[in-house]
């Protein structure tokens, strides 16, 4: 029973470090789809006094990927709905109308990146306006933002703390096996091999928890979301868990567990 137990104060910690972890890599690769999605559903509205093509907006900001001309007939059916004008009036007002065009920019910026683009645009002489509804964007974008930072923030510390637990137990480890690691110095046996209880210890440990780590994420990403109603989450399930994480977790885990083999075996020798 206290084998078991001794093996799980390093598990726990090393799992609480990789589940960090791995939700990590989920969390931005499903923000990333949809940054995206965001991206493909904004666009800003530039108003020109002539017609122009997408060479000559892009000149003047490179973050201008595509254009979109907005139909006036349908603005100008509008007014004469409204207005009931004759056709005179109606040719006035398509020579008094200027022309829209809905700009589709490469990625999801943020709003003083906009404010740019805005102002770099605005320079063009044949530029009237540009609207960025940077009100609705930036009330979007600020939400997002502070999402990812607690998220991220809340990641670092658990990792910080678990890797501080698994040092006090390999401590321990070390303490228990203490009188075999002296006779074994007596010998003349080197210090790492004399603590390769240790680092057998930590790379079992590392081994079990990254797999069971790996098959939590499974679980969630074919069980828990794949018969959830989670919108977000059902449109890029395939973004939760991959089989690259497995080897990403394995190599991390071992990782750790060793550097904190290696900072115990370290202060014993300076001792």
Known sequence: MKFIKRHLSIIFPLMAILL???????????????????QDEYSMLIVSKDEMSIDDITAWDKHIIKIEDINKSEIIGKINQA????STTDAKIKSAIPNFYAAKIDKYLDTTELQKIKTNLLKNPQISRVETFDSVYKSNYGLFS???????????????IGFFLIIKQ???WNYIHAQRMRVMEIFGAPLLFRSKVLIRVAIIDAI?????????FWYLQYIVIA?????????????????GDIFILLFTSLFIALTAVLIVVMNIKEE
């Open 208 to 216: 079990i928890a990254s797999f069971i780590t790996s098959f939590v």
């Open 227 to 243: 018969n959830g109603n989670i919108t977000i989450l059902d449109e890029n399930i395939g973004s939760v868990f991959s089989v």
């Open 146 to 160: 502070f999402i990812k930072f607690s998220f991220r923030t809340f990641i670092i510390f658990m990792s910080i």
């Open 83 to 86: 207005m009931e004008v004759n």
């Open 20 to 38: 960090g972890l791995e939700f990590f890599i989920a969390f931005d690769r499903t923000t990333k789809q949809y940054e995206k999605s965001l």
């Open 170 to 172: 390999m401590e321990v």
